[in-house]
């Protein structure tokens, strides 16, 4: 089951990427993430009240879930989305793979749990592959001012991201299951978002293009809906920290993808990137891999 959970995980977020990009345009990134979380929550709550699958909650489960919606389905986001206007794709997904490391501190912090080995190594081998993946784009030296800005928000994102799977094991912990969290920390994302959006005076534009639908729509049912609930399953069965390292493998499928939808050309950088990150991959997931795995052995007795 953790198995498929990764997987889907993977699959899933790993393309919702090049959907992002597709938002951008003249719809204000606010705009385009307030409809992303309306709609999944239209979809999610009224489902699960139909099928009777909504767990009981107390008034603390619902101010842990209102940070909830706040940290992993709105502000997140925004920042993800604006940062997208300055900085590639590449980049950003290089950035939003620390989360990896920003799950381990924030284990330790909130939760006490010394991480394994591990998970440290793991991490620095993928960081270290998408590096090379990304290189072309790391070296650039045009760097401007939006560009840092951007990098910050891609930061600030992530650590946000990192702390709504915080909560997320607390909701476990406390025995109150991904899909009613979820649909409760979707509405409320949404409703701070609408608040943020009458404060700032963002307007409402839409955009008619069958593309920005298609991948408004894929956002919020699949890479929402779905991509979420299996995430946030993975965090509550083997822990934060293992299941972050996901993170890195989206950057993996988002340029296989764009190896069809953009022309994106590989090279010896890039592949060699991909084994690093793919090493890593087996590495904190327990393959049995010669070599590999005597290295894993040998880091958990540290």
Known sequence: MNTTLYITTVLIWGTTWIAIHWQVGDVPALASVFYRFVIAAVILLPLLYLSKRVQPTTRQDHGFMMLQGICLFSMNFVGFYVASQTI?????????????LFNVLNNRLFWKERPSPVIYVSGIIGIAGLCLMFWPELDNSNASMNTL????LALSGTYLFSLGNMISVRHTRNGLRPLTSNAY???????????????????????????????LLYLAVIGTVVGFTAYLSLVGRIGASKAAYATVMFPVV???????????????????????????NALILGVRIPGLHRLRTATDKT
């Open 88 to 100: 590639s794709s590449g980049l950003l997904s290089v950035i939003f793979s620390s989360a990896t």
């Open 149 to 152: 800005v951007g990098i910050a």
């Open 185 to 215: 920390a979707m509405i409320y994302g949404a409703l701070f978002l609408a608040g943020l959006m009458t404060i700032t005076g963002t307007p409402l534009i839409w955009d008619d293009r069958p593309i920005y639908l298609g991948s």
């Open 254 to 280: 988002a340029l296989s993808v764009s190896t069809f939808f953009e022309g994106y050309e590989w090279n010896i950088s890039s592949v060699s990137g991909l084994v690093l990150v793919l090493l890593g």
